[in-house]
């Protein structure tokens, strides 16, 4: 069959589509899928240009959405037919995160072998039920950006209808957390270095917006947009870069998600500034399996769709990367079979 993998030491150069054994029939717990879909995303592109290393004839792809071709013995939870998404942790089934998942050892695209391949067999917690009539690219786009969008506002955030929610650029998240905030009935704060964009987020019912690149001390902006009180939530994709700021746009007792690492892994950061503001500074990494399924029953509930930006051909996974890393993409970029 065929999969894309990663020549090392890694680059966009190294991606290449090859001849893999086909994974055969699943054994007991096991369900056997045809991917369809994968979507692109940050962690991905680490791999693939060789920043985050991994092992030799690695397949890439931590999402991946399809169809069940085949179960093993004992699994009661899918039947063929079944449309699927794949976990970002199979080892994290419920509750709160724990050591198994402080890194990527179980993660598909990088401590084990990806989606970016035409069949997979994994055990069933690998997968959970896709959102009734949503496309496989659609379905996609759940897996690691939407369900830590989820998991940022929602779980651990505890959002509330009126709350106010900063984000952070027109990413995968970021365009997910918006739809989730406006959902529940809270206020959104939306910044992009592009007016384009923002009058993109504001039709997706952003209701204030911010040029950071026009208004680089956009804190300020923030708190004059909420009467000096700054906001409930920042989804902060940023990193250091930008985390600064996002402290400084909090109200007292408001809540930061620390998300991404787009401007480097390290910084200075006011503490004592988080300390006056008793600001909660959470990090994390995606979610449960668990915590998919209730995201996914939510999805059904509220009719939001994802935004894709542009689909690519899974042989073009390397033409994918390089237009996700050009920063032209609004919401997200998928690849199909």
């Known amino acids: 069959m065929k999969a894309l993998t990663l020549t090392q030491p ?39 240009n060789g920043t985050v290393p991994t092992e030799a004839d690695r397949i890439l792809m931590s ?6 071709e085949a179960i093993g013995d004992g699994v009661m939870e899918f039947a063929v037919g ?8 199979p080892n994290w089934v419920a509750g709160k995160a724990f050591a198994g998942v402080g890194h990527f050892g179980h993660t ?3 401590g084990v072998q990806g989606m970016a391949a035409e069949f997979v067999v ?29 998991r940022a506002l929602v ?30 009935g809270a206020r959104v704060i939306a910044t992009s270095s592009s007016d384009e964009k923002l009058a993109k987020v504001k039709a ?21 947009m909420t009467d000096g009180l700054g906001v409930d939530h920042v989804v902060e994709v940023g990193g250091p870069g930008t985390l600064a700021q996002s402290i400084n746009a909090i109200r007292v007792g408001g809540h930061i998600a620390l998300i991404g690492v787009l401007t480097g892994v390290q910084g200075d ?8 503001k008793q600001g909660r500074l959470q990090g994390l990494i995606v979610a449960s399996r668990q915590d998919q399924q209730e995201f996914i029953t939510a999805l059904e509930q509220n009719g939001l769709r994802p935004v894709i930006d542009k689909t690519f051909r899974f042989e073009q996974l390397a033409e994918a990367f390089a237009y996700q890393a050009s920063g032209q993409h609004f919401g997200k970029v998928c690849v199909e079979w």
């Open 269 to 276: 950061l006011p503490t004592a500034t988080l300390m006056a």
């Open 122 to 150: 994994r055990p069933v917690n690998a997968f959970t039920k896709a959102p009734q009539g949503w496309s496989h690219a659609e379905s996609a786009t759940i897996t690691t950006a939407a369900l830590t969008a989820w």
């Open 63 to 68: 999402d991946g959405a399809g169809i069940v």
């Open 108 to 110: 598909p695209g990088d």
């Open 155 to 184: 779980v651990d955030g505890q959002l509330k209808a009126g709350a106010t929610v900063l984000t952070l650029g027109t990413g995968g998240v970021s365009i997910a957390a918006i739809q989730i905030a406006k959902a529940m």
């Open 10 to 48: 890694g680059g966009l150069e190294q991606i290449v589509v090859s001849e893999v054994a086909d994974p055969g029939q699943p054994g007991p717990g096991e369900i056997r899928v045809a991917i369809k879909a994968s979507s692109l995303n940050f962690h991905d592109l680490l791999v693939a």
């Open 204 to 224: 997706l019912g952003a209701d204030d917006v911010i040029n950071y690149r026009t208004q680089p001390e956009w804190a300020q902006e923030v708190l004059r």
């Open 82 to 89: 079944d449309s699927v998404v794949s976990t970002f942790f």
